[in-house]
């Protein structure tokens, strides 16, 4: 029978109870993904997010071309082409989970 998990969306009120959702995750030993990296850093499982400063530096292109005279409306929307898996390692032995092929593959690993 499959393990049951847990997604937590991205979301204000989220980031600011993060620490009693990862609580609660741990306490009912369900494995958690993330939309944030510091939901991670608190001691959640993993993130899976878009790289935030490829996204800014994006964003400053777009300035630029605004600000030299294009219209915002002829710019094309894009989509994140950079995401980071992050895993904390303490987290997964806690909650009895291997997960030796995901590690090979995360951007970063917090033990």
Do not use: W
């Amino acid at each position: 029978m499959p393990r049951p998990g847990l997604i937590v969306a991205s979301s204000t009120t989220a980031l600011v109870n993060r620490n009693l959702i990862i609580e609660l995750a741990m306490r009912h030993k369900l494995p958690a993904v993330y939309a944030q990296r510091e939901f991670v850093v608190a001691g959640g499982l993993m993130s899976y997010a878009a790289d935030f400063n490829v996204q800014f530096r994006n964003a400053a292109g777009y300035v630029d071309r605004i600000l030299k005279g294009a219209k915002p409306a002829d710019l094309p929307v894009q989509a994140p082409t950079k995401y980071n898996l992050v895993i904390n390692l303490k987290t997964a032995n806690a909650l009895g989970l291997a997960i030796p092929q995901l590690l090979i593959r995360a951007d970063e690993v917090i033990e």
